[in-house]
């Protein structure tokens, strides 16, 4: 069995703000991050918004290019970091997608790299497991977790959700062709957003203290970045990831027609395409609109460039996530 991809959609916040609007609460200015990132404007979830309404419209816009009935979904993955609910907010998803049959739905956490895992275990799920019709889903609101008095970070990242409609096919057509995972402990202190220690609460304090053990309700430190040893890390794994991804796929570089990154810094983006000689005309790029919207990034990029026409049918794409655990992860799939 393989599989391939035959719809995708995305989501973004209605609340637009631009490098102007954060240069009223932080001291910045849009000169330096346009030049630093390449980013201009991101959005962030306001009002009646959630993680779960920007999947669900992603996805129901997957669905419907992809001409495939809600309850004909057998599996959905939710690519995410920040859901609405720490146990998992993909069986949310699931149900404000109105679906009747109960589709296996759980949550994928691997920040960045998130949706790139998506598809791995989505075409794994069909592989292994029989699955037919698979939404791999990537939605993150890293507003939730930024420190929005911290230049250095909140500057970067955007909410947004994209979906892609995975679908199982004979052998021959796989249009997963390859893939390449990878994580590395060592590197999570340069990038994180870590359970706080010592921290106590009154309430839980009486029981937990006769039980004998320091009472402690979770609550997590916002989001802590070492920029330039993750734009190192970056620029170091993601070559070799891909090329990795092309050896297996039996592919030479030359091969690709679009080099689709986790949309995380322009200069990144730059950086990897001069490495692995592909025209910068072959680098699919909406950063200077959202910023690095983490999970989201790369199905709101494709979707773009599937709408706009820029990815056509048959196209072959490489693609790479990269971000905190530290983890990475790249593939090669045709459209
Ligand atoms: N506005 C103005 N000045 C700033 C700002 C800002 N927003 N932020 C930092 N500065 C200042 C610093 O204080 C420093 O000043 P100093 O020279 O007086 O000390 C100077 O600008 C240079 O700061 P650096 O941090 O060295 O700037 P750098 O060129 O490294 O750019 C950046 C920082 C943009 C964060 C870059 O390192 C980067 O993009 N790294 C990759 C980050 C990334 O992609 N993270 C996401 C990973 S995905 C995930 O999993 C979430």
Redesign the pocket.
């Given at each position: 069995k393989g599989c391939k991809l035959i719809g995708c959609g995305s989501a973004v916040p209605s609340l637009k703000i631009s490098n102007d609007d954060l240069a009223k609460v932080?001291?910045?200015?849009d000169e330096?991050?346009s030049v630093?990132?390449g980013i201009r404007n991101r959005r962030v979830i306001s009002g009646k918004e959630s993680l779960t309404t920007l999947a669900v419209e992603a996805a129901h816009k997957a669905l419907e290019m992809a001409q495939v009935d809600v309850d004909d979904v057998d599996l959905i993955l939710v690519c995410t970091s920040t859901p609405d609910d720490i146990f998992g907010c993909a069986p949310k998803v699931q149900k404000a997608l109105g679906c009747t049959r109960n589709p296996l739905a759980y949550d994928i956490t691997a920040?960045?790299s998130g949706f790139i895992l998506g598809l791995v275990s989505a075409h794994c799920h069909i592989k292994a497991g029989g699955f037919k019709n698979v939404l791999v889903i990537g939605a993150d609101a890293l507003s939730r977790i930024v420190d929005w008095t911290d230049?250095?970070t909140c500057?970067?990242f955007g909410d947004a959700a994209g979906a892609v409609l995975i679908q199982a096919c004979d052998g021959e057509d796989d249009g997963l062709l390859s893939f390449d995972v990878h994580s590395d402990g060592e590197g999570y202190r340069h990038?994180n957003a870590a359970l706080k220690e010592n921290e106590t609460d009154d309430e839980l304090g009486s029981n937990g203290s006769v039980l004998g053990f320091p009472p402690r309700q979770a609550s997590y430190s916002c989001l802590q970045?070492n920029?330039?040893e993750?734009?190192r890390f970056?620029v170091r794994v993601v070559p070799q990831s891909i090329e990795h991804s092309l050896a297996k796929a039996g592919l030479p570089a030359s091969s690709i027609d679009w080099l689709l990154l986790?949309q995380?810094?322009q200069r990144?983006l730059d950086a990897v395409s001069t490495r692995m000689q592909i025209p910068s005309e072959q680098v699919i790029s909406n950063l200077a609109n959202y910023g690095?919207t983490?999970a989201g990034s790369i199905p709101l990029a494709l979707d773009e460039a599937v709408r706009s026409g820029k990815v056509k049918p048959g196209h072959t794409i490489a693609a790479a996530g990269?971000?905190?655990g530290l983890t990475w992860a790249s593939t090669i799939f045709r459209w």
């Open positions: 932080v001291d910045t200015n330096w991050i630093r990132t920040a960045c230049r250095g500057i970067l990038l970045m920029g330039k993750v734009f970056a986790h995380a810094n990144i690095n983490s990269f971000g905190a």
